[in-house]
């Protein structure tokens, strides 16, 4: 069930990148009403690396399984990208293959 959601606020965690180097990750936790029952929820994703974020009472959708209020899904641009690129990568691959092969077919065709 998609519910709009309110960010109160950020948590910080500190991370280290693949060189080692530390970063700030900033993520927000949001909060929203479900079953008349106020829950707070800390995003999967950070909302920003190194730089403090803005979003204070930024309205977010969020979805809520309805038998366990505290799961929920943040629906973000990540979320997004990652589908579409595992969408976009197996398609291109299955499309360059076929292009190889009917090259290939035609060149030893006229053989």
């Given amino acids: 069930m998609a519910i709009e959601s309110a960010v109160v606020d950020h948590r910080i965690i500190y991370e280290r990148d693949s060189k080692n180097f530390k970063l700030t990750a900033y993520y927000a936790i949001v909060e929203y009403e479900f079953d008349g029952k106020k829950y707070k929820k800390t995003a999967d994703t950070p909302s920003s690396i190194d730089v403090p974020p803005d979003d ?5 959708t969020i979805y809520v399984n309805h038998d366990h209020p505290t799961d929920v899904v943040f629906r973000n641009s990540t979320h ?24 290939a077919y035609k060149i030893k065709k006229y053989d």
Avoid: E, S, Y
């Fill in 80 to 103: 997004i990208l990652l589908t579409t690129l595992c969408l976009i990568f197996p398609v291109g691959g299955f499309a360059g293959t076929a292009f190889i092969f009917r090259k």
């Fill in 56 to 60: 204070m009472g930024t309205t977010i």
